[in-house]
């Protein structure tokens, strides 16, 4: 069946500019289905059976669709019996989460009516009351496939390969219909262009690019403070006296005095932090 978890991305790659970052991110991922995909029948998850003029709800007599998909129900017997109403199944979708999709009935209606969401599981289906007894409903199957995440409706390209072996060739199919919608992972159906009959394995690859449209502030996160440091510097005076006295006939004594002069210095610094 396609997946029965979500799959993290196959891949992710982010680029941009010396000034700008991530300008585009690029995003692959995939959905391999893990058995052939069966044809879309009207009855492959509850065969008609008539509903009770009180209406009522169907538990037993369900199978779980081949693989996520959409589904579609379909009124019959005496058509005349078929009141206005909602029939609403339940379920599951491709990550466990319960799910359900109400479908509306028209008096008297006789024929289908489809689904927009992907069921891994249906649990139940609930029908209003009609205006007689011989009304019937089936449950089945679109060729609308689930996939295994929420794709972005631009900038998003789908290929569907098949295969009659697993691991083996792959074809490449026409362009499928999408139907995607980057909230509900079940809400996100791709119908391949090549309908499905229960003869191929199905890989279907996405890649879409997310692109920035404003500029992303690259520049480093400064804290604000105003910081001043003072520093003094003091040289102290020294005065050094040297003094000689030679002896000789007729010498006279010489006395050299020296001095250096004290300097006192202050430096005041002042940084502003933006």
């Not at 009124?75 to 206005?84: E, P």
């Not at 979708?93 to 992907?118: D, P, R, S």
């Not at 009659?164 to 996100?188: F, H, K, R």
């Not at 050299?256 to 202050?266: A, D, G, L, N």
Request: aromatic share 6%; proline share 4%.
């Amino acid at each position: 069946m396609i997946g029965d978890r979500t799959y993290k991305w196959a891949r992710r790659i982010s680029t941009g500019t010396l000034l700008y970052k991530g300008l585009n991110e690029n995003t692959l991922g995939y959905t391999e289905t893990r058995k052939m995909v069966a044809a879309a029948s009207a009855t492959a998850v509850r065969a008609s059976a008539a509903m009770a003029a009180a209406g009522g709800t169907f538990t037993t007599s369900i199978t779980n669709p081949d693989v996520p998909r959409a589904l579609v129900i379909t009124t019959g017997g005496t058509t005349g019996d078929v009141a206005a109403g909602i029939v609403e199944v339940h379920g599951t979708n491709v990550e466990g989460a319960v799910i359900h999709e109400e479908f509306a009935l028209t008096a008297n209606q006789n024929g289908a009516t489809n689904g927009v969401k992907a069921f891994k599981t249906v649990t139940s289906i609930d029908y209003p009351p009609m205006d007689g007894a011989a009304a019937e409903i089936a449950v089945g199957t679109q060729n609308k496939l689930g996939v295994n995440h929420c794709l972005p409706p631009n900038e998003t390209t789908v290929k569907i390969y098949s295969a009659t072996t697993v691991g083996g060739a792959l074809t490449l199919q026409a362009a499928p219909t999408l139907s995607l919608d980057e909230s509900n992972v079940e809400q996100n159906l791709v119908t391949p262009a090549t309908t499905p009959d229960g003869t191929t394995f199905l890989t279907i690859m996405y890649s879409y690019d997310d692109w920035a449209t404003s500029r992303i502030n690259d520049n480093p996160t400064y804290w604000d403070a105003t910081s001043t440091s003072t520093s003094t510097t003091t040289a102290t005076t020294t005065t050094t006296s040297t003094s000689s006295t030679s002896v000789s006939t007729s010498s006279t004594s010489v006395s050299t005095s020296s001095t250096s002069v004290s300097t006192s210095s202050t430096s005041t610094s002042t940084t502003t932090v933006a």
